[in-house]
């Protein structure tokens, strides 16, 4: 099967959820510019899951790009992702709703953490399905950010019964480290492969 269906589709439900996430801001009532200071975590957690989807968008597309086929395991796999990011409207308007309190921050931090996993479960699915010669394989070498990414969402999970600040801290932190820009599978598409 190609992989054309599966990137259209996966774009079509991204582009649905950032469109979801930016309809739970709600239009303040009044006209001054202090009305909108109670939005502030609204928007602030807005903002750091547009980001978040962002780096999920880019990452997929950079995957996809040198996989050279899809099985059925990697169609699984990649629902499997869509569904936590899908839930990230929900923890993104909870999480802000109440000002970043922590059982919200908390739930937030579990979704980042099984999107991670998803991610990760995709990347495995596809390197099945393309054997040993993967360049996705290849591309992703020790992958030492996807390896610290779910120990850091779990640091953040815990942080936010203690230190709620932290959590959102942590959460930041790891946005930031994957908005680096990250040129392993461009390197491995441009060396060919070797």
Do not use: C
């Not at 936590?84 to 908390?106: C, D, I, V, Y």
């Amino acid at each position: 099967m190609g992989k054309s269906r599966l990137e259209a589709f996966s774009d079509g439900v991204i582009a649905i959820i950032i469109t979801i996430m930016v309809l739970e801001m709600k239009v303040p009532h009044g006209e001054s510019p202090e009305s909108l200071r109670p939005l502030l975590p609204v928007f602030l957690s807005y903002v750091l899951s547009f980001v978040y989807v962002g780096i999920y968008w880019n990452n997929h597309h950079h995957m996809l790009h040198v996989s050279r086929q899809v099985s059925g395991r990697v169609l699984w796999a990649n629902l499997h992702l869509l569904f936590w990011l899908s839930l990230f409207p929900f923890a993104t308007g909870w999480m802000g709703e109440n000002h970043f309190a922590a059982w919200p921050s908390a739930l937030y931090g579990g979704v980042l953490l099984m999107a991670a996993i998803a991610y990760w479960l995709l990347q495995q699915a596809i390197i099945a399905a393309e054997g040993s010669d993967s360049l996705l394989k290849v591309a992703l070498g020790r992958d030492w950010k996807g390896r610290i990414s779910p120990l850091l969402y779990l640091l953040g999970i815990a942080s936010s019964f203690w230190l709620p600040w932290a959590a959102m801290l942590v959460y930041v932190v790891v946005a930031l480290m994957w908005l680096v820009p990250d040129r392993r599978i461009e390197h491995v598409v441009h060396d060919g492969g070797h």
